[in-house]
């Protein structure tokens, strides 16, 4: 591929990034992937792909082996650039923009006149603004989104990606999209480039709306998990099932209350909502009050487990049933699950048995304190306490013979009591 072939520059391959690169590049669109991380490059040139989602690995495959897609460090001149990057909380619970500004200075000099630059990170309201401010500030030669709106403007857009991890290759193609630019043919061009590979309705919008309207799906999730959550408390207290509680008021037509848990995680639904309570901390009390409903939840769980081992021998293994943030995934990141065997671990040592079907090994600080990754079988037969910390299907599968007899603690709601 020469250096000027690449129609579309996708910044960021990771769980985003690296889908839609596949996605696109099998429309016939050249796509060169950038990446910091040159195992990732590697992987990626060798056909290989480094994220566990159905259906990527052979999209990648082809494209690569058609020439469609390619992965480099450095970013080349090309229309479109995307730019799907990691926007994380700091420790103040701060949106951290490092890692768009990084991907902003990585295209500042491929940059040529007509170009379009779309940001889809999940960003805090103004983010985009921000970026066209940064690229006119180093480019003062070309006319960044302002100016007479003519072929040569370079756009600058907005448009969160809203895919649900273990379906993003159908989500990517089949989601409703909003799309906003900073000004009016920003927004349009944007559109043309996802209408060619989108089939859900792609909805014209400005880049300031587009980016609350992501955080906004994000904490409606978490502040409906928290009212589950919550009841999940309240249950407990009057010593009913919330199961039960739930079930039956999700009759009523107008009601659907969501499931209540160990706590939430994720990379996303536990993050974002930050940004809003950042922005506009006097008006968000409710947005970060759900947050902190979520983030204590573990904790609860956490004295749930102490006064039960009170009642039992003190030799009695606890079984940690899951790992992942949420069922039949392999992903770890923010795991309540992951916090709370954790804990267990450096309170109990080696009585903790973790059971994690998706994974071969366990992180390197539950082995330091002496848990152990068993088979479900052998947590079955050994431990005295089974603690359902994720809903996979495989244990989903379990006869409540097998359990009847043993101290449950059930977070998920799989198991018969
Ligand atoms: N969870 C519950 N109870 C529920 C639903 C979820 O405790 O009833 C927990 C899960 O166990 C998990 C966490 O919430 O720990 C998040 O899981 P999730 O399946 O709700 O969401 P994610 O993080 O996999 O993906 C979300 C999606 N957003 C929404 O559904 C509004 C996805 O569409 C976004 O693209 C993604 O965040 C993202 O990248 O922002």
Request: charged share 20%.
């Amino acid at each position: 591929m020469s250096r000027l072939t690449h129609y579309c520059c996708v910044i960021g391959l990771g769980y985003i990034g690296l889908p839609t690169a596949a996605l696109v590049s099998s429309r016939d669109i050249p796509v060169l992937g950038v990446d910091v991380n040159s195992s990732v490059v590697d992987n990626i040139n060798a056909g290989e792909t480094h994220i566990v989602e159905p259906d990527l690995d052979g999209l990648v495959q082809r494209s690569v082996r058609l020439g469609l897609l390619r992965a480099s460090l450095e970013a080349e001149p090309a229309k479109v650039f995307l730019i799907a990057v990691p926007t994380p909380i700091d420790e103040e619970k701060r949106p951290d923009l490092t890692a768009v500004h990084a991907a902003a200075d990585s295209i500042i000099n491929v940059l040529k006149p007509g170009d379009l630059i779309i940001l889809e990170s999940t960003s805090p309201v103004g983010t985009t603004d921000g970026l066209a401010a940064r690229l006119r500030a180093r480019r003062p030669d070309l006319a960044i989104a302002e100016g007479a709106e003519n072929d040569d403007m370079v756009s600058v857009a907005y448009c969160p990606e809203r895919v649900l991890p273990g379906r993003i290759m159908q989500e990517l193609v089949a989601n409703d999209r909003c799309v906003g630019g900073i000004t009016p043919l920003c927004t349009q061009r944007a559109l043309a480039f996802y209408n060619q590979f989108v089939n859900g309705t792609c909805i014209a919008t400005t880049a300031r709306v587009a980016e609350l309207v992501k955080l906004s799906e994000n904490a409606f999730r978490d502040l409906n998990i928290a009212f589950a959550n919550t009841l999940s408390m309240v249950s407990d207290r009057h010593d009913i099932s919330v199961w039960e509680v739930i079930e039956l008021a999700n009759r009523h037509p107008r009601v659907n209350i969501l499931k209540p848990g160990p706590g939430v995680g994720g990379h996303c639904i536990a993050v974002d909502p930050w940004f809003i309570v950042h922005a506009a901390p006097e008006e968000a009390g409710l947005i970060r009050m759900g947050r902190e409903v979520n983030d204590a939840k573990p904790h609860y769980v956490l004295d749930k487990v102490r006064r039960a081992l009170e009642t039992l021998p003190s030799a009695t293994k606890i079984a940690c049933l899951g790992l992942a943030f949420k069922a039949d995934i392999d992903d770890l990141r923010e795991s309540p699950a992951l916090g709370i065997s954790h804990l267990l671990a450096s309170e109990y040592g080696s009585r903790v048995l973790v059971v994690e079907p998706n994974v071969r090994s366990l992180p390197s600080g539950l082995a330091a304190d002496g848990a152990q990754l068993v088979t479900l079988d052998e947590a079955l037969e050994q431990s005295g306490l089974l603690l359902v910390l994720v809903d996979h299907r495989q244990f989903k599968a379990v006869a409540r013979s097998r359990y009847s007899t043993k101290t449950v603690i059930d977070t998920r709601g799989i198991w018969q009591s």
